[in-house]
């Protein structure tokens, strides 16, 4: 575990780059892996509602209380944070965002510091599984998780109910098991993928709806990637009406992924289009990682002993972002190399220990 001191505080611009909730979750992340107190200012100063929202506020509560951290701000609108962090321990530790916040985005500030605990981490959250502009739930249990099982992470999913706009009110629950010291990927070549899906809705939405999204997903995929797809339909009781498709390519290098979620006056097929066409995207190209996975694996790649390479379609802003706070906590630099329509993404990772 890191030893805490009173070196100067790391000061972090909350509006750097991409500017959202992101720089706080890796933030806060890796102050308290490594025992270095930030203040986080400007918080999401560009955005329509700047400052902490209820999901970024649950976020951070969940790591103070990871780490029994000091924190300053944590108010919704409070667009300056200070967080000074104290020795990471295990536990079970149950959260409700209020909101239909996302989950899965509250796990992934978690994961890093849960994996280096000295004994097991239970976090129950309760918000939004599956919403707009982030990560849907099977997603992180089928596609990201996956990936960086590959790296040491023990983690797991189970989902008790879906949460959807604007009620939330889902629930999910992630065990993760202590790791010592995560280990460098290399992915160089996609493999041969077979292709998966789920479509998921309420009861309350129209039966031909997730019927018309997964019968068209699998004629696209089938016209784009000449495979038959495994996809399959969940349908169970949420808060608010929902419906969305997650799909993802598997093979025994690698896995990418891509979602939608279908809106009042979207067309099914519509939403089946844009979740097959992102996929497609990402599969002819070469990628061995998508482009939402990239920015996830950024701290893991950073935290790996030995020297991390994946290859991307795209290098997002997200990602780049990511990368910048990430370099502020640890003596690694991020190379990214324009090579035959894809980038090579690389790190010599610090090789941090519990």
Known sequence: MPQYNSNPMLKIDGSYGEGGGQII???????????KAIEIQNIRANRQNPGLQPQHLTAVEAVRQLCGAEVEGLEKGSRKIVFKPGEIKGGAFSLD?????????????CLPAALFAPSP?????????????APPIDYLRSVFLPIVSKM??????ELFRRGYYPKGGGQAIMEIAPCKELRLIQISEQGAFSYFGNVFCAPTIPEHVPERIKKSAMVRIYNQLKQTPKISTEISESFSPGVGIALWAKSDKTIIGSSALGERGVPSEKVADDAVNALAAEVQSGATVDVHALDQLVPYMALASGKSEVLAREVSQHACTNMWVVEKFLDVKF??????KLWRVSVNGAGFKR
């Open 152 to 157: 040491g992470v023990n983690a797991t999913v």
């Open 121 to 133: 981490v239970r976090l129950k959250i309760t918000g939004g599984t599956d919403t707009k502009m």
């Open 25 to 35: 979750r890796t933030a806060v992340a890796m102050s308290a892996l490594t025992g």
């Open 335 to 340: 190379e990214i190399k324009h090579e035959d």
């Open 97 to 109: 965002v209020g909101t239909a916040g996302n989950i899965p985005l509250i796990f992934q500030c």
